[in-house]
């Protein structure tokens, strides 16, 4: 475990407004972006990886917990990022790809799960198992809940003792409402979690740890997932209130834990600061990074729409709303309306459905021709302040090269400077 994550989360227990983002995305230049702005701030970085992005089979991106990791090293190396500077997570672990099965075999894959994850070397484990399976009765129980997470978490000291002699494991429990990766409903106001509510499911898992005979590693215990009211779907952004989620953020004051927040996409900068002062000192961000990663890279569409003949260029947009449409198995249960509306969708929301597409080999490809094509026809400054004006700047200033992959890297940074600025406060806050 990265003494930087441990001394983040130990200086926001003692009081300074400091926090750490979680950058839960498996898009190479998303994490090539999150690896530059932690040597620009001289701070850790947390990647997690979703049990369903990234499983024992391969997941949906195709790659296991060790490749991965592997991915995500090479990624730091290149920034020239210390890898004790890395911290790898595992996110919502447990039974939720095989719900569909009885619990029995659900959890059996979930322990396997689990284990994959700690023998590659991930050491922040969000341990979530509030999903009913096939033969369940749902919702279940607080108690069924923690029951089942202490179970992966014994699977987890046992995996990490045998494979590292030792386990530095740190855990996160509970879960956010609604599902991770963006509401599928449209949502108008979300009431965060009662305080009753959390100190309940501490206790729950508490007990549980107990009785599974994980008394120490309840110690490492470090987070715990609640909603703070903070969510968005495909077309709005719910706004954090922290005068809703005033009472929810005091009673975690003073104990070991602190708050994570899900699906912090899209807040302002006085929101992220304000949930970091609250106590939620760990800030996820997915589908807000893919949405500004579309953004430059549509813009870079459109400049060289602007210097390209036509039988040359890329068509990047039109080339991936074509392999949307063809395998629409991503995004249909998600947007709704006429055709007109579903298009819009596909290519601007919030919920940012594309992102499952960008490893696509059809839309890859049209990727790599555009980027070729940027560098064989450089845009003139001029074209760049037309549609990347943030990074138009920053090449003027010289700090930022003209290369398109800069370019799109840079404007993900965007949104990073964000969380950094959330998150690392010059000179550190205290608490109020």
Same mark, same amino acid.
């Given at each position: 475990?990265?003494?930087?994550?441990?001394?983040?989360?130990?200086?926001? /227990?003692?009081?300074?407004?400091?926090?750490?983002? #979680?950058?839960?995305?498996?898009?190479?230049?998303?994490?090539?972006?999150?690896?530059?702005?932690?040597?620009?701030?001289?701070?850790?970085?947390?990647?997690?990886?979703?049990?369903? @992005?990234?499983? @024992?089979?391969?997941?949906?991106?195709?790659?296991?917990?060790?490749?991965?990791?592997?991915?995500?090293?090479?990624?730091?190396?290149?920034?020239?990022?210390?890898?004790?500077?890395?911290?790898?997570?595992?996110?919502?672990?447990?039974?939720?790809?095989?719900?569909?099965?009885?619990?029995?075999?659900?959890?059996?894959?979930?322990?396997?799960?689990?284990?994959?994850?700690?023998?590659?070397?991930?050491?922040?484990?969000?341990?979530?198992?509030?999903?009913?399976?096939?033969?369940?009765?749902?919702?279940?129980?607080?108690?069924?809940?923690?029951?089942?997470?202490?179970?992966?978490?014994?699977?987890?000291?046992? #995996?990490?003792?045998?494979?590292?002699?030792? #386990?530095?494991?740190?855990?996160?429990?509970?879960?956010?409402?609604?599902?991770?990766?963006?509401?599928?409903?449209?949502?108008?106001?979300?009431?965060?979690?009662?305080?009753?509510?959390? /100190?309940?499911?501490?206790?729950?898992?508490?007990?549980?740890?107990?009785?599974?005979?994980?008394?120490?590693?309840?110690? $490492?215990?470090?987070?715990?997932?609640?909603?703070?009211?903070?969510?968005?779907?495909?077309?709005? !952004? !719910?706004?954090?209130?922290?005068? /809703?989620?005033?009472?929810?953020?005091?009673?975690?004051?003073?104990?070991?834990?602190?708050?994570?927040?899900?699906?912090?996409?899209?807040?302002?900068?006085?929101?992220?600061?304000? %949930?970091? @002062?609250?106590?939620?000192?760990?800030?996820?961000?997915?589908?807000?990074?893919?949405?500004?990663?579309?953004?430059?890279?549509?813009?870079?569409?459109?400049?060289?729409?602007?210097?390209?003949?036509?039988?040359?260029?890329?068509?990047?947009?039109?080339?991936?709303? &074509?392999?949307?449409?063809?395998?629409?198995?991503?995004?249909?249960?998600?947007? &709704?309306?006429?055709?007109?509306?579903?298009? %819009?969708? $596909?290519?601007?929301?919030?919920? +940012?459905?594309? /992102?499952?597409?960008?490893?696509?080999?059809?839309?890859?490809?049209?990727?790599?021709?555009?980027?070729?094509?940027?560098?064989?026809?450089?845009?003139?400054?001029?074209?760049?302040?037309?549609?990347?004006?943030? @990074?138009?700047?920053?090449?003027?200033?010289?700090?930022?090269?003209?290369?398109?992959?800069? %370019?799109?890297? +840079?404007?993900?940074?965007?949104?990073?400077?964000?969380?950094?600025?959330?998150?690392?406060?010059?000179?550190?806050?205290?608490?109020?």
């Amino acid at each position: 475990m990265s003494d930087a994550f441990d001394d983040i989360l130990s200086r926001h /227990r003692g009081g300074q407004a400091v926090g750490i983002t #979680s950058v839960c995305s498996a898009n190479p230049l998303v994490l090539q972006a999150a690896c530059e702005q932690a040597v620009a701030d001289d701070t850790a970085v947390l990647i997690e990886a979703t049990s369903n @992005q990234v499983d @024992q089979f391969g997941g949906y991106t195709g790659m296991r917990p060790a490749d991965f990791r592997d991915l995500v090293h090479g990624i730091a190396d290149r920034a020239g990022l210390s890898r004790e500077r890395v911290v790898l997570g595992g996110d919502h672990l447990g039974p939720n790809v095989w719900r569909s099965l009885p619990a029995d075999e659900a959890m059996s894959r979930a322990d396997d799960l689990v284990a994959a994850y700690v023998e590659a070397g991930y050491t922040k484990i969000h341990l979530d198992c509030t999903m009913a399976c096939a033969d369940d009765r749902d919702p279940l129980t607080d108690e069924e809940v923690a029951g089942r997470a202490a179970r992966l978490a014994r699977v987890a000291e046992q #995996s990490a003792r045998t494979t590292f002699g030792r #386990s530095d494991l740190r855990y996160v429990v509970g879960t956010e409402v609604p599902v991770p990766g963006g509401a599928h409903e449209e949502i108008d106001a979300l009431t965060p979690t009662s305080p009753e509510a959390a /100190r309940a499911t501490i206790e729950a898992h508490r007990a549980a740890f107990a009785g599974a005979g994980l008394d120490e590693a309840w110690t $490492r215990v470090v987070a715990l997932v609640v909603q703070p009211g903070v969510e968005f779907d495909a077309l709005r !952004v !719910v706004d954090y209130d922290r005068g /809703r989620a005033r009472a929810l953020s005091h009673m975690i004051e003073g104990g070991q834990l602190v708050f994570e927040a899900h699906s912090t996409d899209y807040q302002t900068s006085a929101n992220l600061t304000a %949930l970091v @002062q609250d106590h939620w000192a760990i800030l996820k961000v997915g589908p807000g990074l893919t949405f500004a990663l579309r953004e430059a890279l549509f813009a870079l569409a459109a400049i060289e729409a602007e210097l390209v003949p036509a039988g040359e260029a890329s068509r990047l947009p039109d080339v991936v709303d &074509e392999v949307m449409v063809r395998e629409p198995k991503w995004w249909n249960g998600y947007y &709704e309306g006429d055709e007109a509306t579903r298009r %819009l969708a $596909r290519r601007y929301s919030y919920s +940012d459905r594309m /992102r499952y597409y960008w490893p696509d080999d059809r839309v890859s490809d049209a990727v790599d021709r555009l980027i070729g094509n940027l560098r064989a026809y450089p845009p003139p400054p001029s074209l760049i302040s037309a549609h990347l004006p943030e @990074q138009y700047a920053r090449v003027r200033a010289g700090v930022l090269e003209p290369d398109p992959i800069a %370019l799109a890297v +840079d404007h993900v940074r965007d949104v990073l400077r964000l969380y950094s600025t959330a998150c690392n406060p010059e000179p550190a806050r205290s608490l109020p």
